[in-house]
């Protein structure tokens, strides 16, 4: 059962490839992946650990639904994976994002100033994501230019 949601996990990943990372393959630490994103994107960080990928692939699926909105508002998505997490990376996780190893899915939104603006811990519907997105400052002087 494991490998049949990690199986669906990858088709969707290769779906979302123009938005979706993966920190795991990168030789960069997240700390330092976020801080090349500040200033340009806005960066929408989900975390699933593996016996509840389930939660990932409902977030992807609203997500892919939505790619334009996505593209649209300079938005990447990254895919951490807990078992894939380095201990650094999880380290950083926890301190700088209360992450609770525990969990079985957290999600954090950043905006382009590089600040954290709202934690999740359920997958969040597109719209919800977009109405929070749409309603920062930084976003509302983008949609006027």
């Known amino acids: 059962m494991r490998y049949y949601w990690l199986m669906i996990l990858t088709v969707l990943l290769m779906g979302l490839t123009f938005v979706m990372e993966s920190v795991a393959n990168q030789q960069k630490s997240l700390k330092a992946i976020l801080n090349e994103k500040k200033d340009h994107r806005r960066v929408l960080l989900i975390y699933g650990r593996d016996d509840a990928q389930h939660y990932l692939i409902e977030q992807q699926e609203a997500l892919t639904e939505a790619k334009d909105g996505v593209a649209e508002r300079d938005l990447d998505v990254i895919v951490l994976i807990a078992s894939m997490v380095s201990e650094p990376d999880r380290q950083f996780l926890m301190h700088d994002y209360k992450l609770n190893p525990s ?15 709202k934690t999740y811990q359920k997958p969040v519907s597109a719209k919800e994501l977009f109405d929070t997105i749409d309603s920062m400052p930084m976003r509302k002087q983008e949609a006027k230019n």
């Open 103 to 117: 969990d079985n899915f957290a999600g954090w939104l950043i905006g382009k100033d590089g600040l954290h603006k």
